[in-house]
């Protein structure tokens, strides 16, 4: 027996010899390892452009960036309103232009469309040609020349509407417009927070106006700096959420410090891994420092509660440390695998941002149990052993009442306790019949944030800003200018505007229009698609047109060949099931009105695609979640050899993810990116707790000849008292998540802390009341023969049975 014993123990105290004797080696190397990932922090970008939800090669990526390769970036274009009478006085729409004059003069900038700038489309008879004329001729107008202005903007030019003015609120928009080499870059973020919101913030203190600002690049760059603002908020929140539960636990403030630099080290293991690889901080990997520190308290409290244990029991220093390492080496490399394993599953998706997410996160996690099990005993070393008073929360009376609590509900209650699951199970199943999805790229966004209610003034005044592309191919040369599909384009438009979640579109339909009431002298009355015969002269007008005015009309809407053409609209904040209600409708009005021989006309654009995104990430959801499982499935299978104690060992953890997602449903919290995670990382850590109970009672199976019902009540007592602590560590770790702006982040966090904490009286209570009413079923003589599992001794009452 004992030549087996040290059989078992051989590799882990092989492992404990060469830590505790290479004390200042292992030293040296964690100082030169954490040097060098600080030095790979110079390296972390931070993302400048949206989130990439679906693979490259995906149909719909190919479709959108075919798009870009003809009509150029679509989301570059910044947008200021102002919404207010006195702006049509002289001297505040004077400011007003002047503002606009000032922002086309900046680098970054590509051109602005304004009042200021703003020029109309006029007809030369004599020269036989349109021309460009300036709005404003007089830049000093009094209050008549403000009045004859409105009536002539607001009545006489339907062409700009709804793109510069809205007629009825007589609210004023501004379109800057960046260059596309700026928009997706560094420069981006420098211009909106160095140059454009200085400007805006000195424009409204001189004139007092409320100036709206909007577009995608201003709520990329916003939302973005929110996301890193919010790492660091997320570190100290978790840092100092675990270290007081640490500290109220402990009642040790050395234990509690010795904890902090273990995830401190950890965290900048983290953002060097991020900068190594070349990786982008976005809303996922920005959740990784905290979310290291969350997952590595955890081994901290085991191996500081077992290094007090055996202090508790003989004294010696070193022995304690050895059988910190020797009795929890095992089982902590286990349970931080399984919580690996979760995060990895996502690397077998084709997304890159959960790709990313998912090998950042599992190596980190391993490096956390490295350097757990490094720095902790190496310290500890170094230091006197534990006062009396650091020793007294093992006796702790509280604790000692849960865990009596815990067992009678076990011995008496099972009745009860399945009754309860049962309830539970079937009120998830209804609950889970009423989650939405969300696709919306605006969802996450935070509420109470200026620029999202600045969002919603845009939605209001202007009927949206997030683009929904239309790229129609004509399948020949001009054919885009041809009256016929002209006509096709005006009955798709119809259909458009008849959605009220929709602006009226864009395209080279309202470009004809404007130029035929230019033809006829800029009468509004003439806005309407010529005529074969019109077209004729007016395209006489064109021809004889300088190349650069024309291009101006013409080439936003059709490319250089004529083949293509695009109509864009614009789409307010709308739920995913209007989204979808409304891209069939649209796709059934574009098989009516284009033949399929004639025209490929597809849909695109920023809303499309994130809605798309979101449906392959719940396709990958289950992928990743299936994987886990089956990896979970496949350790219990080599601890056990049964497949009944494999399905009795998942049910505790599969119960709290159908709890969890029926909660979802009834506090309608929808399927989206951010709360697709909760499930994956939350089977990943809560299934650790079974780990620890079923290799727990295994040992004490084979102690006690079989005798299934003592070994289930010593393995409660043993195992119930860490996994109390570590779950009420993870509960109000995640629960740091709460404090964020982001919705999607907020979900995260309450539904992860909700889960793991059903989690641990799943596996508290269901989990020993399965073993003890399955008595006989799961009583398997090939349980004796599988390979002996070393688990965490956690007596932190002081009593347990003897190894």
Not at 137 to 164: A, C, H, V, Y
Not at 358 to 385: D, H
Not at 486 to 497: A, C, G, P, Q, T
Not at 769 to 797: G, R, W, Y
Request: charged fraction near 20%; include cysteine.
């Amino acid at each position: 027996m004992a030549r087996k014993r040290k059989s078992r123990w051989s590799f882990w105290e092989a492992v404990a010899r060469l830590i505790l004797r290479n004390r200042i080696a292992f030293i040296v190397a964690l100082v030169g390892v954490t040097l060098f990932w600080a030095t790979q922090w110079k390296y972390m970008r931070f993302t400048f452009t949206e989130a990439n939800l679906l693979p490259d090669n995906h149909p719909e990526n190919i479709r959108y960036n075919d798009f870009l390769s003809l009509f150029g970036e679509e989301g570059n274009v910044i947008v200021i309103a102002v919404k207010d009478e006195s702006l049509f006085t002289p001297e505040k729409l004077s400011a007003w232009n002047a503002l606009s004059k000032k922002l086309n003069g900046f680098d970054e900038i590509d051109f602005v469309l304004s009042l200021e700038n703003l020029q109309v489309l006029t007809k030369n008879t004599s020269k036989g040609k349109f021309e460009l004329e300036p709005l404003l001729t007089n830049t000093n107008l009094d209050s008549t020349g403000i009045k004859q202005l409105k009536q002539r903007l607001f009545l006489e030019l339907p062409f700009f509407e709804n793109l510069l003015f809205n007629p009825t609120s007589e609210s004023v928009r501004t379109g800057i417009y960046m260059r596309s080499e700026v928009v997706n870059s560094a420069a981006r973020k420098d211009f909106i927070f160095n140059t454009f919101i200085p400007l805006i913030e000195s424009f409204e203190k001189e004139t007092g106006l409320k100036v709206h600002s909007s577009g995608m690049p201003y709520i990329r760059t916003l939302n973005a700096q929110n996301i890193v603002d919010e790492i660091g908020m997320f570190v100290f929140a978790a840092m100092g959420v675990t270290s007081l539960i640490f500290f109220l636990f402990f009642r040790s403030m050395r234990a509690t410090l010795i904890s902090m630099v273990v995830v401190l080290i950890g965290v900048a293991w983290a953002l060097g891994t991020l900068g190594l690889l070349g990786y982008e901080i976005t809303v996922l990997t920005a959740l990784i420092p905290p979310l290291i520190i969350v997952i590595g308290i955890p081994n901290c409290i085991f191996l500081i509660n077992k290094y007090q244990q055996e202090v508790a029991k003989h004294g010696n220093q070193i022995k304690s440390l050895q059988q910190v390492i020797v009795k929890i080496g095992n089982a902590t490399l286990m349970t931080n695998l399984t919580t690996a394993s979760g995060f990895a599953t996502f690397i077998l998706t084709n997304s890159k941002l959960l790709k990313e997410f998912g090998i950042i996160a599992s190596i980190n996690v391993i490096g956390i149990f490295i350097l757990s099990l490094l720095v902790i005993p190496i310290l500890y070393s170094f230091m006197s052993l534990p006062k009396a008073k650091h020793l007294n929360h093992l006796k702790n009376k509280s604790i000692d009442r849960f865990v009596k609590w815990m067992e009678a509900k076990v011995r008496h209650k099972r009745i009860n306790t399945y009754i309860i699951t049962l309830i539970a199970l079937v009120a998830s199943i209804i609950g889970i019949y009423q989650i939405e999805i969300s696709g919306s790229i605006l969802e996450d966004m935070p509420k109470k944030q200026s620029f999202f209610k600045d969002i919603l003034f845009f939605d209001r005044e202007f009927e949206g800003i997030v683009p929904l592309e239309i790229l129609i191919d004509t399948q020949r040369k001009d054919g885009a200018m041809k009256l016929s599909t002209l006509k096709r384009m005006e009955r798709l438009s119809e259909v458009i505007d008849d959605i009220p979640e929709l602006s009226p579109s864009l395209s080279v339909v309202n470009a004809l229009k404007y130029a035929k009431q230019a033809y006829y002298n800029g009468n509004p009355n003439y806005y309407q698609l010529p005529s074969a015969q019109e077209n004729r002269f007016i395209f006489s007008y064109f021809d004889n047109e300088s190349s650069n005015n024309k291009s101006n009309v013409l080439t936003n809407y059709v490319d250089k060949t004529g083949q293509y053409a695009r109509m864009t609209t614009y789409m307010t904040d709308i739920d995913t099931e209007r989204m979808e209600e409304i891209e069939e409708e649209l796709n059934k009005a574009i098989t009516k009105i284009f033949p399929a021989e004639r025209y490929q006309v597809q849909l695109t654009g920023k809303a499309l695609l994130f809605l798309k995104g979101t449906k392959y990430l719940i396709k990958n959801l289950v992928l990743s979640l299936s994987l886990a499982i089956l990896l979970i499935a496949l350790f219990m299978a080599y601890m056990f050899r049964s497949y009944k104690m494999i399905l009795i060992s998942l049910i505790p953890n599969l119960l709290p993810l159908l709890i969890t997602a029926g909660m979802m449903g009834y506090l309608n919290i929808p399927i989206k990116p951010s709360t697709i995670l909760v499930f994956s990382i939350a089977f990943g850590i809560s299934v650790d707790d079974t780990i620890h109970f079923l290799a727990k009672y295994r040992q004490e199976l084979i102690a006690s000849k079989w005798k299934i019902q003592r070994s289930v009540y010593a393995a409660l007592r043993e195992t119930g008292v860490s996994m109390f602590y570590t779950s009420i560590v993870l509960f109000f770790g995640f629960s740091v998540f709460m404090s964020s702006e982001f919705g999607g982040t907020v979900a995260l966090g309450g539904l992860v802390s909700a889960t793991l904490l059903f989690a641990m009286l799943a596996n508290l209570i269901l989990l020993p009341s399965l073993l003890i009413s399955l008595e006989k079923t799961v009583s398997n003589e090939n349980v004796l023969k599988a390979p002996k599992i070393n688990i965490i001794d956690t007596e932190s009452q002081g009593k347990g049975t003897k190894k």
